[in-house]
């Protein structure tokens, strides 16, 4: 395997992926080889079932590699335990889901200000109310999620990802459940708020081909391997 370059913020060589399923193993990514510059924004695009979301929960380290070397910003997680990868994404990573995955219990407040406190992040509610009101939630900073929106949750969950200000935010279809209106000020702010953070990294999964050309690179997937990138 090449040596690592610190400049990016992800370096896989050689990642395989193969997942258990009914009739026995399914190969899902093959011989990945991708690098991506800390800073920057990429998008993946490809059909259903090309791999995409995959690919971003193994980058994310929400999924272990069968094989492979992943190394993310500058670490090696290829082998590391559940409990060392949630160590290492605390305050580093930020994930939005499609389905916005807020907890049901806690109001929207609590949600952001969680994954403040994980992060170990000072004055976890202040920093937390000041996320929302940028996000224009100011209203809804006591309100539940089943209270809200589909695109009020999914600012929660924006808003929450991006707290900590990560190095890395990885957003999977974040505009999938949402209307036209809704998603295109989703996409505006997730793009507004990760480059006002310094060499902060986007990298989402999106079928949306004019929010994939927002991003300063794109990787076409099929099959679950690479079979273009373009821009930087």
């Given at each position: 395997?090449?040596?690592?370059?610190?400049?990016?913020?992800?370096?896989?060589?050689?990642?395989?992926?193969?997942?258990?399923?009914?009739?026995?193993?399914?190969?899902?990514?093959?011989?990945?080889?991708?690098?991506?510059?800390?800073?920057?924004?990429?998008?993946?695009?490809?059909?259903?079932?090309?791999?995409?979301?995959?690919?971003?929960?193994?980058?994310?380290?929400?999924?272990?590699?069968?094989?492979?070397?992943?190394?993310?910003?500058?670490?090696?997680?290829?082998?590391?335990?559940?409990?060392?990868?949630?160590?290492?994404?605390?305050?580093?990573?930020?994930?939005?889901?499609?389905?916005?995955?807020?907890?049901?219990?806690?109001?929207?407040?609590?949600?952001?200000?969680?994954?403040?406190?994980?992060?170990?992040?000072?004055?976890?509610?202040?920093?937390?109310?000041?996320?929302?009101?940028?996000?224009?939630?100011?209203?809804?900073?006591?309100?539940?999620?089943?209270?809200?929106?589909?695109?009020?949750?999914?600012?929660?969950?924006?808003?929450?990802?991006?707290?900590?200000?990560?190095?890395?935010?990885?957003?999977?279809?974040?505009?999938?459940?949402?209307?036209?209106?809704?998603?295109?000020?989703?996409?505006?702010?997730?793009?507004?708020?990760?480059?006002?953070?310094?060499?902060?990294?986007?990298?989402l999964v999106t079928h949306d081909i004019q929010l994939a050309q927002r991003c300063d690179r794109i990787i076409d997937l099929h099959d679950g391997k690479i079979c273009e990138s373009t821009g930087a």
């Amino acid at each position: 395997m090449a040596p690592l370059d610190n400049k990016f913020a992800i370096d896989l060589q050689q990642v395989h992926l193969s997942l258990e399923g009914n009739a026995g193993p399914v190969d899902i990514l093959h011989s990945i080889d991708l690098q991506i510059t800390q800073g920057s924004s990429c998008a993946l695009v490809g059909p259903s079932g090309s791999g995409k979301s995959s690919l971003l929960m193994v980058m994310a380290g929400l999924e272990q590699a069968t094989s492979g070397r992943v190394t993310v910003l500058q670490e090696d997680i290829s082998s590391m335990s559940e409990a060392e990868l949630a160590q290492f994404r605390r305050g580093r990573v930020g994930v939005v889901f499609q389905s916005f995955h807020l907890i049901p219990s806690m109001t929207a407040l609590q949600n952001v200000a969680t994954a403040l406190e994980l992060a170990g992040q000072p004055d976890p509610f202040d920093r937390a109310r000041d996320k929302l009101s940028a996000l224009g939630l100011a209203h809804r900073c006591d309100h539940f999620p089943k209270q809200m929106s589909g695109g009020e949750q999914q600012r929660v969950a924006l808003a929450r990802a991006l707290a900590p200000n990560p190095k890395l935010v990885f957003a999977d279809e974040p505009t999938g459940n949402l209307d036209a209106a809704n998603g295109a000020s989703i996409v505006d702010s997730l793009f507004t708020l990760t480059r006002a953070q310094a060499e902060t990294t986007l990298i989402l999964v999106t079928h949306d081909i004019q929010l994939a050309q927002r991003c300063d690179r794109i990787i076409d997937l099929h099959d679950g391997k690479i079979c273009e990138s373009t821009g930087a």
